[in-house]
Every structure is written in C-alpha cells, then in structure tokens.
C-alpha cells in the first residue's frame, strides 16, 4: 500500500452524463472532429478500434476512416482516456485492464464514472461502501484524517513537555539550559523573569496566565529563590 502522505490523489473528472445533456449536442462526430476534440492522434483511433479496446458507435464492416462516427459519449469517453495517457501517464495495459474489470460499466466507466488517479493506477469508488479502491486490483487507499492525525500530534506534545510531580515547585540549574542560569525546574523559565513580572506589579494569577504549565508552586518558588539570593 502506497503512504497517501507521499502520493498526491488526482480528481480526474467529477462530470455526470445524462441523456437529456446528450440529446442536445451534435451527436455525430468524424474520425478528424475527434482528433481535434481529444488531442488523440488518428492511428491511436485507429488502434484502439482494431484491437477493441475503443469503437466508435457506428462504423461500416470493412472500418474505413469515412465509415467511422464517433457519439458525443464517444467523445467525452476519449477525452478522459487521453487526460489519462497523457497528463497522468496511465499506461494502455493498466487502462485495457480497466476496462475489462470493470466492463458491466460499458461506455459509462469512461463517462460517468468518477476516476481518480494514483501512481499512474485508476481508483475508483467501491460499489456500496464508497471507498476508494484500485480499479484492477481491488486493493483499498487509505485516506489520511488530518484533523485527528493533529489532535493526536496536540496530545502527544502536551504529553511530551508535561513535567514530572517531582520537579513541581522546585528550582534547578544546568549547564545545558540557559547557560546555568536558574529556572523553575523543568522548564527554561528563568526565575528571574518571573520576578520581574512581579517587580512589574504582576499578580501570582497574571504571572501564571503568562506561562500557563506553572503552577502556583512553582511562582512562589521562584519568588523564594530570587529573594533568597537577593538577600544574599
């Protein structure tokens, strides 16, 4: 299974077809109207219909280029088989697997069927479940739930930072935090700057509104402590 966080899904197309649409636009299209609409060349055309992988709707027995008409179904179904070739680089194989996996879809899979594309393999909705799953393989892509992925991030560094019992109400020093000054233990909350706040007229509750992880005993240590070398 491909890591979504490394891959990006792409909407292929997200266009309902429906019969009263069809019915008002030109319904026959020559073999040179849809090179033109698709961006597909005449021999690919050509290709496609021999081998059976895409006929038009009507064509003579004997496939001459005149014979050839191309539905407006046709049309859309051959603009995103190219958006496929080209733009997401799907290769034919992958594609005629497809088509045969999924042929109880007939011209509807390359019409009105929703399409997404991941590493160059067509994804498609589960019937019933709506979940996306390779259209050859049936494996299923796991999405990504952001939002609790950063719920999760949010619990884990309150856990990260939460300071043992031990060194509540308590001041320490270390050479690796702050260059040895004195902080309220665990923190890199110097005691000097809780008295300066206090010096500022700063009330215990607004000191601790400023640094919400201390505690009441952790202020009135570090009050202690500053006094005490004040004093000293």
């Known amino acids: 299974?491909?890591?979504?966080?490394?891959?990006?899904?792409?909407?292929?197309?997200?266009?309902?077809?429906?019969?009263?649409?069809i019915s008002n636009v030109i319904a026959?299209?020559?073999?040179?109207?849809?090179?033109?609409?698709?961006?597909?060349?005449?021999?690919?055309?050509?290709?496609?219909?021999?081998?059976?992988?895409?006929?038009?709707?009507?064509?003579?027995?004997?496939?001459?280029?005149?014979?050839?008409?191309?539905s407006f179904k046709d049309v859309v179904g051959l603009r995103t088989l190219g958006l496929l070739r080209r733009q997401h680089?799907?290769?034919?194989?992958?594609?005629?697997q497809v088509a045969e996996k999924l042929s109880h879809l007939e011209d509807d899979l390359w019409t009105k069927t929703t399409l997404y594309v991941l590493n160059?393999?067509?994804?498609?909705h589960e019937p019933g479940s709506r979940r996306l799953q390779d259209a050859v393989s049936?494996?299923?892509?796991?999405?990504?739930?952001?939002?609790?992925?950063?719920?999760?991030?949010?619990?884990?560094?309150?856990?990260?930072?939460?300071?043992?019992r031990a060194k509540i109400g308590k001041v320490e020093q270390s050479r690796r935090v702050l260059r040895n000054a004195p902080v309220i233990a665990g923190t890199r909350i110097p005691t000097a700057a809780i008295r300066r706040y206090k010096d500022a007229g700063f009330t215990v509750e607004q000191i601790i509104a400023e640094y919400p992880d201390l505690t009441l005993n952790d202020v009135e240590a570090a009050l202690r402590y500053e006094e005490n070398g004040a004093a000293a």
């Open 89 to 96: 680089g799907v290769s034919l194989q992958h594609l005629r």
């Open 138 to 164: 049936g494996q299923y892509v796991l999405g990504i739930p952001l939002k609790r992925i950063m719920a999760d991030t949010r619990r884990a560094a309150k856990k990260l930072v939460r300071r043992p």
């Open 120 to 124: 160059r393999r067509v994804i498609v």
């Open 28 to 70: 026959a299209f020559s073999e040179a109207n849809v090179e033109r609409l698709t961006g597909l060349t005449s021999a690919q055309l050509r290709y496609w219909d021999r081998t059976g992988f895409f006929a038009p709707a009507y064509a003579d027995d004997d496939r001459s280029p005149l014979s050839k008409v191309y």
């Open 1 to 21: 299974m491909e890591d979504l966080r490394r891959c990006s899904i792409d909407v292929l197309k997200e266009r309902e077809i429906d019969v009263s649409e």
